[in-house]
């Protein structure tokens, strides 16, 4: 069995059931996708396979802590919108970055949410290396607001002269990423936020 327990399920429910896309786009909630995937991959489980199907869901349910409710209606809105998570969270990155230091400047645009834990990945073009920090903060910020349903964005930059040349890069949670806030960043993009970012690395003279 892979994982049948989520991971800190119960506080997921809590923290995070009200985010979903206020534009209408989606109505699942990060909560229900985690749950909805950790479902999937019990249906993969040996020992799962061998519990009668009219007792598997309960079973499930069981196994996770959460109640049966619960887990239909991750269920429900997984079957319904899983597939389109991908897409609409690309779509809402693309946007963002309007009256922002980066407008103009996001390149490729990448979203996994095979897993319960969604990754975005947010790449730009700089042209000047002093401000690669303050970048990664508007990137991570705006981000995050964007797309509500993203669990870690994974950052790049290239070098806008030489567009091969990867110069920075880093990791950053959306519980950290709503630390920054956009009137503040040219003041501590380099000092307080940047201890906001995992496996940062700087190539950029």
């Not at 990448?110 to 920090?133: E, F, M």
């Not at 040219?186 to 950029?204: G, H, I, M, N, P």
Request: one cysteine or more; a positive charge.
């Amino acid at each position: 069995m892979r994982r049948l327990t989520p991971w800190l399920l119960l506080q997921a429910l809590v923290l995070w059931a009200p985010r979903a896309h206020a534009d209408g786009g989606l109505t699942i909630t990060k909560a229900q996708l985690q749950l909805y995937r950790d479902y999937q991959d019990a249906l993969t489980d040996e020992r799962v396979q061998k519990i009668k199907p009219k007792e598997r869901l309960g079973a499930i349910a069981k196994n996770f802590k959460v109640k049966l409710p619960v887990l239909e209606a991750a269920i429900a809105a997984g079957e319904k919108e899983a597939e389109q998570v991908e897409p609409t969270e690309v779509a809402a990155i693309k946007g963002a970055f309007a009256g922002s230091p980066l407008e103009g400047k996001i390149g490729d645009v990448r979203v996994d949410a095979k897993k319960g834990h969604v990754i975005a990945y947010v790449q730009w073009n700089n042209s000047d290396s002093a401000k690669l920090d303050q970048e990664a903060c508007w990137a991570a910020v705006r981000a995050m607001k964007a797309a509500p349903l993203v669990g870690t964005f994974d950052l790049y930059a290239q070098d806008a002269a030489h567009p091969d040349k990867r110069i920075y890069s880093s990791l950053i949670g959306a519980d950290r990423a709503a630390n920054i806030k956009e009137d503040q960043i040219v003041d501590f993009a380099t000092t307080r936020y940047v201890r906001l970012f995992e496996k940062r690395e700087v190539s950029a003279p």
